[in-house]
């Protein structure tokens, strides 16, 4: 199949008639039945590669979406159906035919979407509230074909199993099960741990055997003990973590935790970021730091040389005050509640760019879904070897000042008293 992107609808406006009810339905049909003939044919051709069911409104408690992929189970192939509830997975294979029965079932009905990705092509057919339907098709995401072994291991960087520190923290129970309410805060550990071991893998860090991490405003420590286990017991690396933390209770209990899960090489301590002392740091860590919190973070960080620094801003109100919208944006900046989004789009724009003038190769992104936290900007810096880019960097955020009417953002103040300027 050689398609061109598009889409065929059976329309927005409701029907006006029974006769247009009916050639609504009928063109839905035509849709799911070429949707899952298409299944069908990839299955047959080794083209498929993968099925998504989303937007689920049946009445099953917890379910979310179901993922769909071909296996080979004693040398036949299967449908392999993941069940992915609020706060577990449950695995089903079904032989082809009654897969693609039981597929073309949920379509439209406990399923108002579908996503189909195949080799040639990706398709996706969505249902409206009156159930009728679109087709949408787009070239392939995928080029190669998926393995079909059976027994591929979900993918984890944290394992549930004998995790201490988990159940301690309360993410999991007694059986080591997460624990309702906790999908999304264990997801958001496994989706940070991978944004690390991305960021390790690509910075001057790549290949040590030991290292020193420092996570600032480390909180209850979820994200802390994650990245210790990760490092220490999943890559085989030396690493010393240390957390650091205002609340004093917080700290204990984290230590706590540490001993009884036999972390030696992870200590918390109490202090406020603007105070403490960042003697050495490969990795310098710093989520939701209140304000210029997180520029006393990144300042710490660039001063120890730390090969990685990641940060995800939170409460920006430094630069508020200075902003002076500029006449064409005037209109938009008056509300206080754009303004303060504007404001949260500048800061961490600065702050990118002072990271770069400072010798990092930065980027900035959604960390986690806003379903989960609304605070979900990240901003990554890796250290670069050389000045390149540096006058550039500046260049872009003087720029930026001027546009705006800023006179100084926080960080900037740091860097310069720091460099005697």
């Avoid at 706060?87 to 189909?116: C, M, Q, W, Y």
């Amino acid at each position: 199949m050689n398609r061109r992107p598009n889409e065929r609808g059976a329309g927005k406006s409701p029907p006006s008639s029974n006769g247009d009810a009916q050639a609504s339905i009928a063109m839905s049909e035509t849709h799911l039945d070429e949707f899952t003939g298409e299944i069908e044919q990839s299955i047959a051709t080794r083209a498929f590669v993968k099925l998504t069911l989303g937007k689920y409104r049946g009445h099953e408690p917890g379910l979310k979406n179901i993922y769909v992929r071909l296996v080979e189970v004693k040398k036949t192939s299967q449908l392999s159906f993941l069940y992915r509830y609020q706060t577990r997975d449950v695995f089903k294979n079904h032989p082809v035919p009654e897969g693609l029965a039981l597929i073309r079932s949920l379509i439209g009905a406990d399923f108002l979407s579908a996503h189909l990705f195949i080799l040639t092509a990706d398709l996706r057919i969505e249902y409206n509230k009156k159930r009728a339907a679109r087709l949408i098709t787009r070239p392939p995401t995928f080029t190669e074909p998926p393995p079909v072994a059976h027994d591929q291991k979900k993918r984890r960087h944290i394992e549930l199993d004998g995790n201490v520190y988990l159940r301690a923290l309360g993410v999991t129970n007694e059986h080591g099960e997460v624990r309702e309410r906790m999908g999304d805060k264990f997801r958001q550990i496994n989706k940070f741990v991978e944004t690390v071991s991305g960021l390790f893998v690509s910075s001057p860090l790549a290949g040590k055997r030991e290292l020193s991490i420092v996570d600032m405003g480390s909180g209850k420590g979820y994200l802390t003990f994650a990245v210790y286990d990760f490092f220490n017991n999943v890559l085989g690396i030396s690493a010393g973590v240390t957390g650091v933390e205002a609340r004093e209770e917080l700290v204990h209990l984290c230590n706590d935790i540490a001993r009884q899960s036999g972390f030696d090489r992870l200590s918390f301590r109490t202090g406020h970021i603007e105070d403490f002392e960042v003697e050495e740091a490969d990795i310098l860590i710093a989520l939701h730091a209140c304000d210029t919190a997180t520029d006393d973070a990144l300042f710490k960080g660039i001063k120890a040389r730390a090969a990685i620094i990641i940060a995800a801003p939170c409460c920006h109100k430094q630069l508020r005050p200075q902003i002076k919208p500029p006449g064409v944006l005037r209109s938009v900046l008056r509300h206080g509640h754009l303004l303060e989004r504007e404001a949260e789009m500048i800061t961490d724009s600065l702050r990118a760019l002072l990271l770069e003038e400072s010798g990092y190769k930065t980027k900035v992104f959604e960390f986690v879904s806003t379903e989960h936290t609304p605070k979900n900007t990240m901003i990554a810096g890796i250290k670069k070897s050389g000045s390149a880019g540096a006058v550039d960097a500046r260049r872009q955020l003087e720029e930026l000042k001027r546009f705006f009417g800023i006179e100084e953002q926080y960080l900037e103040r740091l860097l310069s008293v720091a460099d005697g300027k």
